[in-house]
């Protein structure tokens, strides 16, 4: 059973460009979540799916922010004419829903972004 | 709307003794989950151990237990017979049952065990 993967690890980019993130998260998992990470901060929600249905956007998921999940299984999570405010870690977790609860949220490593 | 707080930003211990680390956390919800995270120096974060909110009995994991004190908010994480390897980065966070279930983290303590 592989865990959650993402890709790439690390994204050096210039303010103004456009960068995308892959998500693949643990077969089987129905739910697949996007957080951000700041330096010294814990990590915060962006947006969640179900399955290809994505339920919930936080307001700190600006119209720049855009998450996909075509399939249901992996996630893209992109993000338009990056600013430097945008460096940070950009987490992804996955989760199997059975009934009304939701069991453990497993991570993966991330993509930390750092935008020039 | 849920918020979660770690007030030890750095913290440390000699290997073999125990540490607690502390939480608060405040909810409107009836239903919820309380987790320890720990995130390591540059590697992924994994779970520690989970409390439901409803279990009066204290969740434990080997040498990881945590205080649940539900009338009072506090989570507070023990961990006994400290290793080298439990130095890492370890956030409390909290989800509401039903929903989205998305977790709610604290700003984190840094353990540190020295040998």
């Known amino acids: 059973d592989t865990g959650v993967s993402q890709d790439p690890r690390h994204k050096i980019t210039k303010r103004g460009q456009n960068v995308t993130f892959r998500c693949d998260p643990i077969s089987e998992h129905n739910r697949l979540y996007w957080y951000r990470q700041t330096l010294g901060q814990g990590p915060e929600f962006l947006t969640y799916?179900?399955?290809?249905?994505?339920?919930?956007k936080s307001r700190l998921l600006s119209d720049r922010f855009s998450a996909e999940r075509p399939k249901g299984s992996f996630s893209t999570l992109e993000i338009q004419r990056t600013e430097q405010g945008d460096s940070a870690m950009y987490l992804c977790?996955?989760?199997?829903?059975?009934?009304?609860?939701?069991?453990?949220?497993?991570f993966g490593p991330g993509t930390r972004l750092l935008v020039l | 709307a849920q918020t979660v707080t770690q007030s030890q930003p750095e913290m440390s211990v000699q290997e073999a003794e125990t540490v607690t680390l502390s939480c608060t956390y405040d909810?409107?919800?009836?239903?919820?989950?309380l987790f320890w995270y720990k995130q390591p120096p540059s590697r992924q974060m994994i779970l520690v151990i989970r409390q439901e909110a409803y279990k009066q009995q204290n969740a434990t994991e080997n040498r990881f237990s945590v205080n649940f004190q539900k009338a009072a908010k506090s989570f507070s994480l023990k961990i006994s017979d400290s290793q080298l390897g439990d130095t890492a980065m370890y956030f409390c966070a909290s989800s509401s049952q039903g929903g989205s279930e998305k977790l709610v983290f604290g700003k984190g303590t840094k353990l540190t065990v020295n040998p």
């Open positions: 977790a996955s989760s199997l829903l059975t009934g009304t609860v939701a069991k453990t949220q497993y």
């Open positions: 909810t409107s919800e009836s239903n919820y989950y």
């Open positions: 799916f179900q399955n290809e249905a994505q339920l919930e």
